[in-house]
Structures are given as C-alpha cells and as structure tokens.
C-alpha cells in the first residue's frame, strides 16, 4: 500500500467507498469477501466456491455473501471453556460461542461466551466477599457476606439471556472498532440469586434515586490498582424488575471465573455489559450514572439515524437499553449436506427484551416467502424460546436457511445490518446457514 493520506475513517468512506478501500485494503472490494459487493454476474463463479448451484439466485441481495463462505473460527481452550469457543482476544479474554455449540435449551457453563474488559480477580475468598450497596441515593450505606444474602433474602431462579451489545460488529461497514463478534455474544442460563430490588429496599432508597450502577473486583488492564475497568448501571425502573437478579450461581453450579465468581449482576434484555461481573459494590445514583463505559461513544447508538461512517458527536450519542428481538439456527451447522428426498430439521433460539417473541419464520429464498417455525414459550420473561421446522426442498443445489423472529410488540428481525452506528451496536439481522442439497 503507498502513501495513505491523513483522514479519518469517516471522512475517507463519506468521500468514495471504492477509493476507501484501495486505500485501507490495497485493492477494491472483491466479490468473495466479506465486504465485498457482490454482482449479480459473479454468482456463477460463486457456484463453483460453493460446490453447488445456488438455487434462487435471483432473490439474492446484492452486498451479501453467501453463509457458505462465511468462515469459521479456531479452536482454543480458556479455563473453565470447552475448546470450541472462538477466541477473539487474549487480553483481555473475549471468546464467543459458534451457533451450533448453542443448541442446548440452556447455554452450559464451559459453553458462555466471554466479554472482559480487564482482567478478573485472581484469588478470591468466598467467606470474605463483600457487597456493599451505597450512593447518594442510598438510605444508608450497608455491606452483606455471601452468606447474608443467600440467607437474608428470597432465592430465586430464572432463565435470562445475556447479549453484548456489540454482538453481530463484524458486520458493520465501515468496520466498528472493538471485538469483532461474529453471532456468538450470547447465552442463556438459568441463574439463581436475590431480587436487585428486594436488596435495595432493605437499604432504602431515596425518592430521587435515578439510575442503580456497579462496581466489580476485576483489574484494569494497565494493572493500576484501583483503576476503574468498566462501571455501567441501568434505570432505578429496570432495577426493580423482579427478573433483575444479584446471583451466585449458573445453572446450579458456581458462576465460571471467567463468568463473574462469585457474585454478578444478571439483567436480561438489556446490553449484557450493564449485568457486572465480579461483583463488590452496587451504587444508587440521584443522576445517569457517569462510570467508565458509561459515557462518551460507549455502548451508545446515534440519537438519531445516521449514514454510514458518520462521526456522531458524544452528545450526540444515546445510551442503549433494549436489546432488540434476535434469532439464531443452532442446528444444523452451516455447510451441512442433505439428499434431495429428505427433510431438513432445523432448530434455533429466539430472543427479546419484549414480553416474548410472537414468531419465528423461515426462508430458503433468500426472503422471497416465509414459512413459520413452531415456536416453544418461555418460563419467564428475557429467557430465549426455542424453535424447530422440517424443511423440504424443490430441487438440488445450494441453499441458504434463514431464519426471522417477530416479538410480541410486533418488532421482527432486519434481514441486513439495521442502522450503521460508530461503535458497532444492536446488530439483529437475521441469521442465515449454507445447505447444500444433493
Ligand atoms: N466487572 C465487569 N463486569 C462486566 C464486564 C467486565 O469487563 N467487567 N464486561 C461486561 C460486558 S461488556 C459483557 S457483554 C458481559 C459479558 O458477560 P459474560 O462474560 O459472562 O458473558 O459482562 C459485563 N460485565
Ligand atoms: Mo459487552
């Protein structure tokens, strides 16, 4: 690559595409990378990487590429992680889960993906944890053991889903910054703890209070000691919600180390980024809270719509809170074969920050026409729900599977990345996996 001129990312897309990427990437887009543009006339070269005919080629969407090419990540082991999990980045540890290793109604412990920011604590003394809840919003300020909590309170159980934010980034164009997540920043556990909001009332909380915000005992990258690694909170509203949950244990065991051990914060539907890991202080703001991540362009979205590459001022920028609803085809992998006389079963989870999700629908026509799934209920609200279909095809060839959920408040899935944001947020267009039939 020669002399690249000074300019921004932004400015550099806003100005011409095709110029960017010859100066970014040293060449134009091509029609077999991710980014790439893919022209109606490069399909049958693209039968020829897939191995097969894609049938109903011509419903498929310029700008995309074929879930068949999509590639896969390395096997690599974590403590406490099966091999399996795709590693993104080592320091700080952030590895996702591949679809069709989220099958299981719930998400196993060795299976949930993991999002840090700094470093987790190294030894931890389970008899001397603390929980100290404070603020200017606070009654008072009290610390409880452990064991005063599990005892104090009413233990309870719900399945909640967790989903960063930043789920879905490596779709964006301009590329965000940040990890780039493929599909697999999220999981569904059943976590058991106390109700948030019957731990704030026997503190007290003040009728000012605004915002509920934590603090945990993980080390900043640096390794400065007591240099804050990530502090967000949510809504007082959102805290008081009988889901949103202080818990010490996943699907009956301990927390994983890497999962938070001992205590977490756990709040479905909402940025898995506001649910603290590691958790030792929890505090009741009378304003929105402004602790590390809370802030600046971090985990917030442009207020209102904004084009691709634009920089978006930080006042400019609001803070996300529902997540939106989301599926994913956990069985079969992609790139599975199948003959022409059998049935294809199909499974996959959907999820909502909404009641629940309404519907699950699937295409093998690139969204031409869709056909509904069955679609089981939840336990509770902010669990995922899980879907199957047995899928016929018409003749042999390449086929793409999507799949799109509706929620209960009539929201479905985009069937492309929704709206560009500087930070690569609130991706939920629908999932797609290669089938190929002979
Ligand atoms: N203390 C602490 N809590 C944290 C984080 C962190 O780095 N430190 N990461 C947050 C983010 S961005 C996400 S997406 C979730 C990930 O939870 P998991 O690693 O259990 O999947 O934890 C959140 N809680
Ligand atoms: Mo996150």
């Known amino acids: 690559m020669s002399k690249k001129k000074k300019i921004g990312l932004h400015e550099l897309y806003s100005k011409d595409p095709i110029e960017a990427d010859k100066q970014l990437w040293g060449r134009t887009t091509d029609p077999v990378t991710r980014r790439g543009f893919l022209q109606k006339g490069a399909l049958t070269a693209l039968g020829l990487a897939l191995g097969s005919n894609m049938v109903f080629a011509e419903h498929f969407p310029a700008g995309m590429i074929p879930a068949g090419l999509a590639h896969t990540g390395q096997p690599f082991s974590l403590p406490g992680k099966r091999a399996g999990l795709t590693v993104l980045n080592d320091k700080p540890i952030n590895a996702e889960t591949p679809p069709h290793l989220l099958d299981d109604a719930l998400t196993p412990n060795d299976l949930f993906f993991v999002r840090n920011n700094g470093i987790p604590p190294e ?22 053991t452990l064991a005063e909590l599990k005892s104090k309170f009413e233990n309870v159980t719900y399945n909640l889903t967790l989903e960063c934010g ?20 999220v999981g569904c556990a059943a976590w058991t703890g106390v109700r948030l909001k019957d731990v704030l009332k026997d503190v007290g909380v003040k009728p000012n209070a605004i915002y509920v915000a934590y603090y945990g005992q993980d080390t900043h990258l640096s390794g400065k000691a007591g240099k804050v690694v990530i502090s967000r909170g949510v809504p007082i509203a959102k805290a008081m919600e009988d889901e949103s949950l202080i818990a010490w244990a996943m699907n009956g065991q301990n927390i994983p180390v890497l999962n938070g051990y001992p205590l977490r914060l756990v709040f479905g539907g909402f940025p898995a980024s506001c649910s603290g890991k590691w958790l030792s202080k929890i505090v009741v703001r ?32 609001c803070i996300i809170e529902k997540m939106p609803v989301k599926s994913l085809i956990t069985f079969p992998k992609t790139g599975a074969s199948i003959k022409l006389a059998q049935k294809l079963p199909i499974r996959g989870k959907a ?5 629940k999700v309404a519907k699950v629908e699937y295409s093998i026509d690139f969204g031409s026409t869709w056909q509904p799934c069955t679609l089981q209920g939840a336990q509770n609200r902010f669990s995922w729900q899980a879907f199957s279909a047995s899928i016929t095809f018409p003749q042999t060839g390449y086929y793409e599977v999507w799949a799109r959920a509706t929620d209960a408040e009539g929201a479905a899935q985009p069937m492309l990345l929704p709206g560009w944001n500087p930070r690569g947020y609130l991706n939920n267009a629908c999932h797609r996996i290669a089938i190929k039939v002979s």
């Not at 030894?123 to 409880?144: F, H, M, N, P, R």
């Not at 304003?287 to 978006?312: E, F, I, L, W």
């Not at 999820?351 to 009641?355: L, V």
């Open 166 to 185: 930043g789920n879905g980034r490596k779709e964006f164009n301009p590329p965000a910054k940040g990890n780039q997540w493929s599909t697999g920043a």
């Open 286 to 317: 009378d304003q929105v809270h402004d602790g590390p991540k809370m802030t600046g362009q971090s985990y917030r979205v442009p207020c209102k719509p904004v084009a691709p590459g634009t920089k978006v001022p930080d006042d400019e920028m």
């Open 123 to 144: 030894s931890i003394d389970v008899s001397q944890w603390t929980l100290t809840i404070e603020g200017e919003s606070a009654a008072k300020t009290k610390s409880y």
């Open 351 to 355: 999820w909502t920050s909404a009641a």
